[in-house]
């Protein structure tokens, strides 16, 4: 499968099928994200990965109780230092690559951005320093859902300017 063809299969899972993602499967989903660009190749963010059942029960109410998050195979928390510049774009374009590469293997995932951070932290371990800036589910779709409309490009993007859209002379 090329880029293109993982870019418009990817969808936001919400129906997992109970089972496991093979060790060797996981390390090459978490070599791609380490292999991400990050700001100044700093490379200032860490993954915490959840695969215990009941632990990943303890993150449903925690992630506005979205009943997936405790069915998926593993919950990734995307976690950056506190205040940092860039950190929080650096650990989204690691899952985006992650996640493209999990299309590839054959699973899916969904983006979580509804969770509550300070309960969350607590829950992973996460020190106090550290922001848990975006997660992610992981898992072998059980259903994956049709593909959703998208704006047109010109609804979405200018040339040069401001209010030249896309398309126009």
């Given at each position: 499968m090329?880029?293109?063809?993982?870019?418009?299969?990817?969808?936001?899972?919400?129906?997992?099928?109970?089972?496991?993602?093979?060790?060797?499967?996981?390390?090459?989903?978490?070599?791609?994200?380490?292999?991400?660009?990050?700001?100044?190749?700093?490379?200032?963010?860490?993954?915490?990965?959840?695969?215990?059942?009941?632990?990943?029960?303890?993150l449903?109410p925690?992630?506005?109780?979205?009943?997936?998050?405790?069915?998926?195979?593993?919950?990734?928390?995307?976690?950056?230092?506190?205040?940092?510049?860039?950190?929080?774009?650096?650990?989204?374009?690691?899952?985006?690559?992650?996640?493209?590469?999990?299309?590839?293997?054959?699973?899916?995932?969904?983006?979580?951005?509804?969770?509550e951070?300070?309960?969350?932290?607590e829950?992973?371990?996460v020190?106090?320093?550290?922001?848990?800036?975006?997660?992610?589910?992981l898992?072998?779709?059980?259903?994956?859902?049709?593909a959703?409309t998208?704006?047109?490009?010109?609804d979405?993007?200018?040339?040069?300017?401001?209010?030249?859209?896309?398309?126009?002379?």
């Open positions: 090329d880029v293109k063809a993982a870019i418009l299969a990817r969808r936001s899972v919400r129906k997992y099928e109970k089972r496991e993602i093979p060790a060797e499967v996981l390390e090459q989903l978490l070599e791609v994200a380490r292999r991400a660009p990050s700001s100044s190749n700093k490379q200032k963010f860490h993954i915490v990965v959840v695969m215990d059942e009941e632990l990943k029960s303890r449903v925690v992630c506005g109780d979205q009943k997936f998050v405790g069915d998926c195979s593993a919950f990734l928390a995307g976690v950056t230092d506190a205040g940092a510049d860039y950190h929080a774009i650096d650990i989204t374009i690691a899952l985006d690559h992650l996640s493209l590469r999990a299309v590839e293997l054959g699973l899916g995932t969904c983006w979580i951005g509804d969770f951070p300070q309960r969350l932290k829950i992973l371990g020190p106090v320093d550290k922001e848990i800036q975006i997660c992610m589910t898992g072998y779709p059980k259903a994956v859902p049709e959703r998208r704006k047109k490009l010109a979405l993007f200018h040339r040069d300017r401001w209010g030249v859209h896309w398309g126009a002379k």
